[in-house]
């Protein structure tokens, strides 16, 4: 979404996708990806299965769908936009949810910047989403001082300037929509055309979004064509922003977060996916982000990243298209 001042009247309107086009040809969109969902992303592929649990450092995420969860290229852009809409909806929508309207399944791929043969694949994953939940559990240890918790310490263990560490452990049960109903015409054609599609993002998903979200760049996020790909740039904007100092990753701890290795799979593997994944890292940085600035060990053990140029700044005001929302 693009906003713009209507002089006339003083009022806030939001641009049309052709007129973003026109006026912002070379430039890059925002949209938001909630942060848990970079550290341990929707699976790569359909899994078939409506469970999916992913577990990064503190970070606990659990999947579950009514039919399956969703996944791959199209359920990472589908759920960024999701998010976006979630971010801009403002405090009202925290107790109210979302309503985002579209007249067509068409309309969606607009915003979405995908061709109309793209039609089934988004359709898959709306109702991948319509019908799914997610649950987080986050782990964070903090030392404080002991005072804090006089109150729950026994006698002999409280010190007035003496620390403890303390372990935050926050949950969540999330359901992504509260709803979502569309009318299929039967054209007699091959395949049914969705129209009238109405999507209600739930207060705790608006909520969640809005207290967690990431701004990644959605043109370059489209553009990329590999879910670990998607999955690498938006962890590398994330990451960037709070590093100050250079950044080393062994291949171990790489290939545990973007693409883990299974208990029965090839000795090899894990080199394997660590080969693919610098090979990701290498095309992210040719194509979209030259400004990154990372170094691979020699010893094919290890990946270093250096504090690079942001390509999202923190007063950016592009964002994706927004189509309707009530």
């Keep these: 979404m693009t906003k713009k001042q209507n002089n006339e009247n ?23 990806l909630p942060s848990p969902f970079i550290a341990a992303s929707l699976p790569l592929k359909d899994i078939k299965k409506p469970s999916f649990v992913r577990k990064y ?4 995420l659990r999947l579950n769908s009514a039919i399956k969860v969703p996944f791959g290229r199209y ?18 929508a925290q107790e109210q949810g979302v309503l985002i309207n579209y007249k067509s399944i068409r309309q969606l791929l607009d915003e979405m910047q995908l061709s109309p043969g793209r039609n089934n694949e988004i359709k898959e994953q709306l109702e991948c989403f319509s019908n799914a939940t997610f649950s987080f559990e986050e782990r964070r240890t903090s030392i404080v001082q002991k005072k804090l918790f006089k109150d729950m310490l026994a006698d002999g263990d409280y010190v007035q300037d003496d620390t403890l560490a303390v372990t935050k452990v926050t949950t969540g049960i999330i359901p992504f929509m509260e709803g979502m109903q569309y009318f299929e015409v039967d054209n007699g054609k091959k395949d049914l055309k969705q129209y009238g599609i109405v ?11 809005q207290a967690h979200s990431v701004p990644i760049n959605y043109t370059v996020y489209k ?13 590398l904007i994330y990451r960037n922003n709070s590093i100050t100092e250079p950044l080393t990753i062994s291949r171990e701890a790489i290939v545990n977060q973007f693409m883990p290795v299974t208990e029965n799979a090839n000795r090899n593997q894990e080199r394997i996916n660590f080969n693919y994944i610098k090979e990701q890292i290498c095309l992210i940085k040719r194509d979209f982000y030259p400004e990154l600035q990372v170094s691979f060990g020699k010893d094919n053990m290890s990946i270093t990243f250096y504090k690079s140029k942001a390509q999202i700044e923190a007063n950016d005001t592009r964002y994706v298209l927004v189509t309707a929302m009530v």
């Design 10 to 32: 003083n009022i806030e309107i939001y641009l049309p996708l052709t007129e973003i086009q026109e006026t912002q040809q070379k430039d890059a969109v925002r949209s938001f």
């Design 57 to 60: 450092n503190k970070i606990t």
């Design 199 to 209: 999507i209600k993002l739930s207060p705790a998903f608006v909520r969640f979004s």
């Design 223 to 235: 553009k990329i064509t590999s879910a670990v790909g998607k999955d690498l740039y938006a962890w």
């Design 75 to 92: 359920g990472r852009l589908l759920l960024t936009i999701l998010t976006t809409y979630a971010v801009l909806g403002g405090k009202k």
